[in-house]
């Protein structure tokens, strides 16, 4: 019989004690990497910025300390004897920080459209976006891996808040370097909105429950679960509402 969660069923899970242990102790490392990451990384942008008079640079550091509290309601989670009693709890912490991510970048973003602001010159905080732009993808990895295996849609949530760090990351260089060079200020809040809109539609999913298809035992085949074409995360196509997989 199918034990349904959220929006999306899961199979059944046995898993070595072991395993589950390790995956356990692994998240729990990747969550306290990522919020001490943050946490510099937050100082020094919204610093920055501030010096600069550059609204995405601000934008960023606050963008920061938004993915703190995502971090932390997982590492909350892992702290207690059963994590996925608090999942659902952690999963709603989660979607209110994208929700609130998107507010944010979404008002600041237009607001630096209409009134045509502009940035002085920051090395500091491009050197900062292109530092994030290497890190932030293998921690989002590192933690969507091991959430799949243990099957934590929390642990799989977060990994996708820090994934958007990463899109984040580039937009504020691409916006920094533009400015820059040639002195455009319009890049980056219009490529802004477009993570806005990305950070809503990733709010909904973890509001549902509805992350990275969904996460299963690596030991199970990710298309009789799932349907996904690549096994993880959003880069291959959902299946169809309301479908199920095979009993």
């Not at 995502?70 to 979607?95: C, M, N, Y």
Request: aromatic share 4%; glycine share 8%; net charge neutral.
């Amino acid at each position: 019989m199918l034990l349904m969660t959220g929006l999306l069923p899961l199979l059944p899970v046995h898993p070595d004690p072991a395993r589950t242990a390790l995956l356990v102790r692994r998240i729990r490392l990747l969550v306290a990497a990522t919020i001490t990451y943050n946490v510099i990384e937050a100082v020094v942008a919204i610093t920055a910025g501030t010096i600069a008079s550059s609204t995405a640079l601000i934008g960023f550091g606050l963008d920061s300390v938004i993915e703190v509290s995502s971090a932390a309601a997982v590492a909350w989670q892992f702290t207690g004897r059963d994590p996925h009693a608090r999942e659902k709890v952690a999963l709603r912490v989660i979607a209110v920080s994208f929700f609130a991510l998107a507010a944010y970048v979404g008002t600041e973003s237009i607001r630096a459209l209409v009134t045509g602001a502009e940035a002085d010159h920051s090395t500091v905080g491009l050197l900062l976006a292109a530092l994030s732009l290497l890190i932030m993808p293998g921690l989002s990895n590192a933690q969507r891996r091991a959430g799949r295996e243990l099957g934590s849609r929390s642990a799989v949530a977060d990994s996708r808040q820090t994934l958007l760090c990463t899109y984040l990351s580039a937009v504020l260089l691409v916006g920094l370097g533009l400015n820059s060079l040639f002195g455009w200020s319009w890049p980056d809040p219009v490529a802004a909105l477009v993570i806005a809109a990305v950070a809503v539609r990733e709010g909904l999913d973890a509001w549902r429950g509805d992350t990275c298809c969904a996460p299963t035992p690596a030991s199970t085949p990710t298309a009789v679960v799932t349907g996904c074409a690549d096994g993880c995360c959003g880069t291959g196509p959902h299946p169809p509402a309301g479908s199920r997989p095979p009993a």
